[in-house]
């Protein structure tokens, strides 16, 4: 009895401990960060520490190097030919951009929801399943159970229940995209990127998206880019406005919003350009 | 400049009313509209017609042929000797050789052609495979009869130095170099039906940790399975249907076996050799051609609706 007390109590000094460092600590920790697409200059002297747990959201005009960025995060942009890199993004006090980083264990850990909804032709329950599975995880009933809290987790549980051995090309584009969140969630990552995730999806999916990442926050690092500034304004903590591939101005949402530094920042959030 | 005053729009020309101008002239083009649409469809009858039509042809001429030789003879009969004075009718001679060189040549073609595909598809560069896609093309064209004579004259003799109880007619070296024959073609239909699943599900696949190799076997290859089997069906029936090779280096032997090394005939190789010359037309021996013939055309009508049948019940749309 003494015993499960004891353990009672360590289990809920670590969640004591975590919870009061959240506040400040950083999960991506951009320094000097400049990439090139062979000749072009795509992202000039990016300095950037985005905290854990909160959403931050990367606005910009079209071309400004946002969706460059967030693929830097992952690694993704390495799929590119011709890419160089230079400076450092530090995550979880390693250098993500140095050779000897494992991509695979990166993107375990940090998820992505793409622009557009890209499920896996193949049944909801599989689309789910696959992350566990190329992980490693086999066991039937585990994956059930992943599958189940995956999909609740992502609001979509209700919607497909009925039906989770049917391709998931069946659903509607919102479903879609939720079911890739869902698919993100199935690994428990650390992060979740975010790339325009909702600009092919009609107001009212796109609403259930930002409720989702609202809630997906309390236990995520959500980075999202969107070209929509109310979007930005709704739904994120801090946001970084970029412009040809230099940070402008990087704060909280509100500061950026009402209270803007930069002249630039103010002409494009009150749509002067962009 | 005058036309461009007259009108009352900054255009130079004035579109609509050239328009109203030329639908006069329509009469002419209107005719075209009803016409083409039947002359195409005569021209895509042909193929319709001539394949009704050839079917016809065997089937008479098979017919005549069971009305002296049973069918159930034909297909039990391992022995095959129609110039004897005793003549057998089996086919079962034939249909081993056929389907053995078949298994040997696909052993060869499957996995080669399978893994170029996905070499070319998933890991090579725009260069590489720029330069390898003509270069495979190329060894789809070399004609049957030089794969024949190479397997006949290189290949036999270069097995034979290590394996010394090969005939010099065999049917393991034409299944080899039809195997060869066949890879550039499963390698490339493979190889399209992965090209053309969309780069974002790999994307996505990528992004949640997965490897290349994982994303290729897990992801890329079930989306494009139906073509991939596709292409293996095709290969199949090219190597069912295949003569050239296997009557120049597997030679004329009758055996009913399934020894490697042994001299056996196909379905097609049968058919070249009877037809040669030595068959008076309505002799038993004449008909035979055509009960082969009709075996032949069912072996691949088998294959192509089991084809038909596997890459639909396996398809994974995107």
């Known amino acids: 009895m003494s015993m499960l007390m004891e353990r009672k109590m360590t289990v809920e000094n670590d969640k004591h401990v975590k919870k009061s460092s959240n506040s400040h600590r950083i999960v991506y920790d951009t320094k000097d960060l400049n990439l090139w697409y062979s000749n072009t200059h795509a992202l000039k002297d990016i300095n950037l520490a985005i905290n854990e747990k909160e959403v931050t959201a990367i606005i910009g005009p079209s071309g400004c190097g946002k969706s460059t960025y967030i693929k830097t995060l992952n690694r993704m942009v390495e799929l590119v030919p011709g890419v160089r ?12 951009l140095d050779k000897s980083f494992k991509v695979e264990d990166l993107r375990t850990q940090v998820g992505m929801v793409f622009q557009k909804a890209n499920p896996f032709p193949k049944s909801i329950y599989e689309n789910i399943a696959y992350g ?3 992980h490693g995880i086999r066991n039937k009933k585990v994956l059930d159970e992943i599958v189940e809290t995956s999909l609740r987790g992502a609001y979509i549980w209700d919607e497909v229940k009925d039906r989770l051995n049917e391709n998931a090309y069946g659903l509607s584009g919102g479903q879609q995209q939720r079911l890739c969140i869902a698919r993100c969630l199935a690994i428990q990552p650390d992060v979740i990127l975010m790339d325009e995730p909702t600009s092919a999806l009609d107001p009212k999916s796109t609403l259930k998206i930002e409720e989702l990442a609202q809630e997906l926050k309390k236990d995520y690092s959500i980075i999202i880019v969107t070209h929509n500034m109310q979007q930005a304004a709704r739904i994120s903590d801090k946001t970084a406005f970029f412009l040809n591939g230099e940070v402008i101005e990087f704060d909280d949402t509100n500061t950026i919003f009402t209270n803007p530094a930069d002249n630039r920042t103010e002409d494009y959030i009150s749509g002067r350009f962009g | 400049m005058a036309k461009n005053s007259d009108s009352k729009t900054n255009n130079a020309v004035n579109v609509s009313e050239m328009i109203v101008q030329n639908k006069k002239k329509k009469s002419m083009s209107n005719l075209m509209e009803k016409l083409v649409p039947s002359f195409l469809f005569l021209l895509a009858s042909i193929t ?3 394949t009704i039509g050839i079917l016809y042809t065997l089937l008479l001429e098979a017919i005549q042929f069971f009305k002296a030789v049973p069918i159930w003879e034909f297909f039990t009969t391992t022995e095959l000797k129609p110039l004897s004075q005793d003549p057998q009718f089996g086919v079962l001679p034939l249909i081993s050789g056929t389907l053995i060189s078949t298994v040997i040549a696909m052993i060869v073609a499957g996995p080669i052609g399978l893994m170029s595909a996905i070499y070319l598809s998933e890991y090579a560069s725009d260069k590489v495979r720029k330069v390898f896609k003509p270069l495979l093309e190329i060894l789809a064209g070399i004609p049957t009869i030089v794969y024949g004579f190479f397997a006949f004259t290189f290949v036999t003799p270069l097995i034979r130095t290590f ?31 992965m090209n053309s699943v969309p780069n974002s599900i790999r994307e996505g696949s990528l992004a949640m940790g997965a490897t290349r190799l994982e994303t290729t076997f897990k992801v890329v290859i079930p989306a494009a399975f139906s073509g991939i089997i596709a292409s293996f069906v095709l290969g199949i029936s090219r190597a069912i249907g295949e003569t050239m090779i296997v009557t120049i280096a597997s030679g004329s032997s009758k055996n009913f076996t399934f020894d490697i090394t042994q001299s056996m005939q196909t379905m097609t190789a049968y058919i070249v050799e009877v037809s040669g010359g030595e068959a008076p037309a309505g002799s038993t021996i004449y008909y035979s051609l055509y009960a082969v013939a009709l075996t032949l055309f069912v072996f691949t009508l088998i294959m192509n609706l089991l084809a038909r049948y596997v890459s639909r019940k396996f398809r994974e749309e995107y």
């Open chain 1, 85 to 96: 890199t230079t400076g450092s993004i530090t995550y979880k006090n390693k250098n993500i």
């Open chain 1, 132 to 134: 566990p599975k190329i």
């Open chain 2, 48 to 50: 319709v017609l001539t």
């Open chain 2, 163 to 193: 394996w010394p109880e090969l005939g010099a007619t065999n049917i393991l070296s034409p299944g080899l170099v039809m195997g060869v024959m066949i890879i550039p073609m499963i390698a490339s239909l493979s190889e399209d039906a």
